[in-house]
């Protein structure tokens, strides 16, 4: 066992998960960050610290940093601009002054690897993961951002209510990495100097349009569906007559995806921590193989 202690922000998400699954694995002592200790620990296990508290409530803060050496920031709102800004913006600059105070000696933060310029600031990745790095950044605390493209795991979110679908016209290749390829990625940066005050963008092995890589999950594990493209457009006059929020917010991040598209490049972080192997064929034969395992 490490004799340094990790703080993970975000340990029961999609993505934060793997993180502290694996820092646990590697030998640290793990202490996670959240609202609710009994139904985090009935989902992560006993092995696990954890400290309640809220990102947004900076004074609820500084019983979960006390005593770390580190902090892992896997923070995201829910289907609102207001929510990200509250929940990711100020989330994190309320984390980053914590750290400043107790002095931790990193910062690592999930961030994205849109293009990260100020013609892109309206749309809201870019403009929230800007912020965050900003304000990380200038907090005096050594960084690494994950600069990461699209994961695997986002795939079984474009299924619902039996069908399966793309938003918009998303022409771009995306290099889809795995969770857990990120999360040995995440728990390596700890030990690497060389990661410190860096954006390091990761990749997975194989590009994909969202598309074709929806097509892949489908037939591999809903084979009676088939997949289609809902127009922008269509899907927001949808969401305004349905007054549904959530495929309004959809709307405006696929259209921020299409904009945007995959940029940088990996081949620093390859280099650090080693490139990532799961392929999408991996990675579903093993999703199928647990749903089976399951049932």
């Known amino acids: 066992m490490r004799a ?10 999609m993505l934060g998960a793997p993180v502290a699954q694996r820092l646990l694995t590697e030998g640290w002592k793990v202490r996670c960050l959240v609202r609710d200790a009994a139904r985090a620990r009935a989902k992560l296990g006993p092995d696990f610290e954890f400290v309640t508290g809220d990102v947004t409530q900076a004074e609820t803060l500084d019983q979960a940093f006390e005593g770390c050496g580190h902090v892992h920031l896997n923070l995201r ?8 800004d509250t929940q990711e913006v100020q989330g994190a600059a309320n984390c980053a002054d914590a750290a400043r ?5 990193r910062i690592t933060y999930l961030s994205g690897a849109g293009q990260m310029t100020d013609a892109n600031n309206r749309f809201l990745p870019v403009r929230i993961k800007r912020s965050v790095e900003v304000s990380i950044a200038q907090s005096g605390v050594p960084w690494t951002f994950f600069r990461a493209t699209h994961f695997m795991e986002s795939l079984p979110l474009f299924v619902r ?9 998303q022409p771009h290749l995306l290099h889809y990495l795995a969770a857990a390829d990120y999360a040995a990625m995440a728990a390596r940066a700890l030990d ?11 990749f997975g092995p194989q590009a994909f349009t969202m598309r074709d890589a929806l097509w892949l999950y489908v037939s591999v594990l809903h084979p009676e569906l088939k997949v289609t493209t809902l127009p922008l457009p269509v899907a927001r006059i949808i969401a305004t007559l349905t007054r549904n929020q959530d ?3 959809a709307a405006d991040l696929f259209a ?7 940029h940088g490049d990996p081949e620093e972080a390859n280099r650090l921590f080693g490139t990532p192997s799961t392929t999408l064929g991996d990675w579903l034969r093993g999703r199928r193989d647990s749903l089976r395992s399951a049932s």
Do not use: K
Not at 77 to 84: F, I, K, M, Q, V
């Open 101 to 105: 105070r107790h002095g931790l000696r």
């Open 4 to 13: 340094d202690r990790v703080l993970v922000v975000g340990a029961t998400g």
């Open 256 to 262: 921020a995806f299409a904009a945007i598209g995959e």
């Open 161 to 169: 209510d039996g069908r399966a679908s793309v938003l918009g016209r």
């Open 192 to 202: 690497s100097e060389q990661a410190q005050n860096q954006a390091l963008y990761l």
């Open 247 to 249: 495929l309004r917010f």
């Open 77 to 84: 709102g829910t289907n609102t601009p207001a929510s990200y």
